[in-house]
């Protein structure tokens, strides 16, 4: 059973004619054939069966890509990290390091660190002779239909941007003591970065109950997109274009009393 999603044109359309027909039929008890083609009629020129649909390419995440050469195999093997994939390319290296032993410079034994022991073993790249190797962070793609945003929501400009990003604030904590957290806080956005001693970890944590309203979505959603280093760890309604310029005074005017609140609760 498929439910139309109003969010979307599609969805909008299909639920538009399901209300007229309930109409049509409330009214003569049936669906009379003039008056059921009169109004698909009018239904189908709502849409255009011309031209191909367009799709944008949003970021799903990221990996990192491995590609072994050697004059046996050409393998290309996707990692979460780079020190996992330079991990499993020097468990090759030392298995293979026989090859190398005569070699000028060339130890018995590899080095114990993953990255000299494959840097020994290949040397450099103007001077591989059969084995070569890349590793790179590249993009998870997905192409996804081009379509409005909800009840057409804008994600604000490159100018409101520069300007909420330079009104960021940073809360510390007062003392070894004080039971809050570091944080910064933009644009009601709260992020905690901090060092967690029960997961042995530094931990990053983000808190949108209190987003402003001007960047929350029809859906309650808040369009989010985050990275560690080079890599995609998540996102979520992110769109690589540049959001529509218009209203952003407004949107400022806005934002400064949460702000100020947050200043003044600090005594700067």
Known sequence: MITPDPATPEGAAVIDLHEKMNDLEERAGEWPGADTVSVLDTWLARFDFTRPVTRARQVAGSVWVLRRQDRHEDEVTLWADEDSALATLAQHVRSSWDNLLGDDGIPECPP???????????????????????????????????????????????????????????????????EGLPCIE?????????????????????????????????????????EVGSSTVFSAGAVLERAA???????????VRPVQWARGARGD
């Open 245 to 255: 310029a218009g209203g952003w005074r407004q949107w400022l005017r806005r934002l």
């Open 186 to 226: 933009i644009a009601g956005v709260l992020v905690f970065a901090y060092l967690d001693a029960d997961m042995q970890a530094v931990r990053v944590s983000v808190h949108l109950d209190t987003t402003d309203e001007p960047l929350i979505r029809s859906d309650a959603t808040v369009p989010l997109h985050v």
């Open 112 to 178: 114990l660190s993953d990255r000299e022991a494959v840097d020994l073993y290949y040397g450099p790249e103007a001077e591989r002779a059969d084995e070569h190797y890349s590793l790179y962070a590249d993009d998870i793609g997905r192409l996804v239909r081009t379509q409005p945003a909800p009840d057409g929501f804008r994600f604000p400009d490159e100018e409101v941007c520069a300007a909420v990003n330079s009104a960021a604030v940073f809360h510390p904590m007062a003392g070894p003591d004080d």
